[in-house]
């Protein structure tokens, strides 16, 4: 019982922590409401207990829980907030994180060198890698590969400096096909996320760049 003395006076003093709850002016399906709700209940039920008369009236009151079950809800509750709050945060930052990484990122020039090789001479280098079971060599020659023929093609000259974040936003501005988008996202996976390339992600860039070459 001294237990739920304690709690009692906690949950009143909470009710009144906001006297835009107590009024009722927020909307009724709002996180505030549901947590007011839950503290209402629980405060009403302790008192319940206190008095030793439950909602039928005249009857004992059930006995209190056990100490541990007030601590593993009281946690849970915590942890779960917590964790909402984590996750909203997150959604909100990180696409200015993305932002950020994307102008920070180094220049890559091991990437991009040589840089005049031809790109058949490319296509020759990804297949000798695949042979190999060489698959980020294979996906990187690709890139290099789709890079020259940008050039080739007068559609965007090559540049020593240039990023992959600075060539994605250029094929997305000019409305380039799907698959110069897969070998520049494979490119950027192969120098910052140092991931394992399986033969199926090989096989995509091939595709991309055969999808390429018939554009």
């Not at 990180?94 to 790109?119: D, E, F, G, I």
């Not at 020593?160 to 409305?175: A, F, I, K, P």
Request: proline share 7%.
């Amino acid at each position: 019982m001294e237990v739920l003395q304690g709690f009692v006076p906690q949950f009143s003093f909470l009710l009144r922590l906001d006297p835009v709850l107590a009024a009722g002016t927020f909307e009724q399906n709002s996180l505030n409401w549901q947590v007011q709700q839950t503290i209402q209940r629980l405060s009403e039920w302790f008192e319940r207990l206190l008095s030793g008369v439950n909602s039928e009236g005249g009857e004992a009151a059930p006995s209190p829980p056990p100490e541990w079950l007030l601590k593993a809800v009281f946690w849970f509750i915590v942890l779960g907030a917590i964790g909402w709050s984590s996750w909203q945060l997150y959604k909100l930052l990180h696409p200015y994180w993305v932002n950020y990484w994307q102008m920070a990122q180094p220049r890559n020039p091991v990437s991009l060198l040589p840089s005049r090789q031809t790109a058949s001479e490319w296509l020759r280098q990804a297949q000798t890698a695949q042979q190999q079971g060489n698959y980020r060599e294979t996906c990187r020659a690709l890139y290099m590969a789709m890079l020259q023929q940008l050039n080739d093609r007068g559609i965007i000259p090559q540049e020593m400096s240039r990023t992959d974040g600075e060539y994605l936003t250029l094929v997305q501005s000019l409305n380039l096909p799907p698959p110069y988008r897969v070998l520049i996202h494979t490119h950027e996976r192969l120098c910052f996320d140092r991931v394992a390339i399986s033969s199926e992600v090989c096989d995509r860039c091939w595709q991309a760049y055969q999808e390429i070459e018939r554009s």
